[in-house]
């Protein structure tokens, strides 16, 4: 059974870091495309990063590009999302999302097939 399951959501400080983790079961993450996304109160989800395979390709989206590092540990079947200068508007829970087929647009969730249940990140002072 396919299952992911992120974790290491918290409260944090603006200007702090944390690091998600996206750990995948049923399946190894090797020839995976693997998508972080958040979703804000009221708003839609949107793409934040992508590693689409384990050549070392990595996408971000502008607002977390130079503060966002995606990475993938294959023998942990576990993907990484760390953050660092978080900002207030970082407020959303995180979810990340799994595809097995060729990516169209990396920023588009119904390229993935399969999703986690979320971890929540509160950016507050």
């Known amino acids: 059974q396919v299952q992911l399951v992120e974790s290491g959501g918290g409260l944090v400080q603006p200007g702090g870091s944390l690091r998600l983790s996206c750990a995948a079961s049923?399946?190894?993450?090797?020839?995976?495309?693997i998508g972080w996304f958040r979703q804000a109160p009221g708003k839609e989800r949107e793409g934040v990063s992508c590693?689409?395979?384990?050549?070392?390709?990595?996408y971000y989206a502008d607002s977390v590009k130079g503060r966002f590092t995606i990475s993938r540990d294959n023998a942990k079947n576990t993907v990484y999302l760390q953050m660092n200068s978080l900002k207030p508007e970082g407020t959303a829970v995180y979810y990340c999302?799994?595809?097995?087929?060729?990516?169209?647009?990396?920023?588009?969730?119904?390229?993935?097939?399969?999703w986690g249940q979320g971890t929540k990140v509160t950016v507050s002072s």
């Open positions: 049923g399946f190894a993450l090797d020839n995976y495309a």
């Open positions: 590693t689409p395979s384990s050549d070392g390709t990595t």
């Open positions: 999302g799994a595809t097995d087929s060729d990516l169209g647009n990396w920023r588009w969730e119904n390229e993935y097939d399969w």
